[in-house]
């Protein structure tokens, strides 16, 4: 199963957009029963949709030296057909975790990729993928997404938008507190901070290991 990251990111736009009117329309419904259930049904449409765009299922065969890239078809949101690929012209594969696949690097192309988190206990398909393609590219050079950012010269910038975002929650957060007092922070808000912070955190983190 693939998962496009630019897909996501309009995807995430797209639920930000369409959330509030989704909330606002159904309020037409005089019976708060069946308004909620309104709500519900356009927020679960919404979002099976959205995953319908992102997630795309890619069957991988190699024969004759050659990977054969074949999507399962679909009725809407179609992946772009990837040509057959030599093995002896892949330089490079971007794996983060040494479990997500990214991209395949070659000679005249890039072939982005993306699975999803691998199974814990079942190996996954994606995983097998993985395997095969690291023992028969023994010579393939292997990198993460940093350090593509890094050879590209995109990471001293990602580095300093991250920055900027931490001291800017940093502070909202704290002015939030000050001015209104720590009770206007609702449960949520605060879970919802604390998770985004962890996360730029463990970024800044990674940044500076590969800047360095």
Known sequence: ?????????????????????????????????FRWVA????????LAILAYFVYGKLMINFYEGKFKFVWEPKLFFKF????????????????????????????????????????TFVKSDS???????????VNVKIVDSWDVWYEKGYLKWALRINTVIIL??????????????????????FFMIIGLLSQLFIYQKQMKKKKK
Do not use: W, Y
């Open 1 to 33: 199963m693939i998962i496009r990251q630019s897909r996501v990111l309009f995807s995430i736009v797209i639920f930000v957009v369409l959330f509030f009117p989704i909330l606002l329309l159904p309020s037409v419904i005089e019976n708060l029963f």
């Open 39 to 46: 709500i519900l049904f356009g927020i679960m449409l919404l």
């Open 80 to 119: 772009k057909n990837i040509p057959d690929l030599k093995i002896q012209d892949i330089q490079k594969v971007v794996l983060d975790n040494e479990e997500i696949i990214r991209k395949i690097i070659a000679k005249d192309r890039e072939i982005i990729l993306g699975n999803g988190k691998p199974k």
């Open 127 to 137: 995983q097998e993928f993985i395997r095969f393609l690291l023992e028969e590219c």
């Open 168 to 189: 800017f929650a940093v502070f909202a957060f704290g002015f939030l507190a000050i001015t209104k007092g720590l009770k206007s922070i609702t449960p949520i808000t």
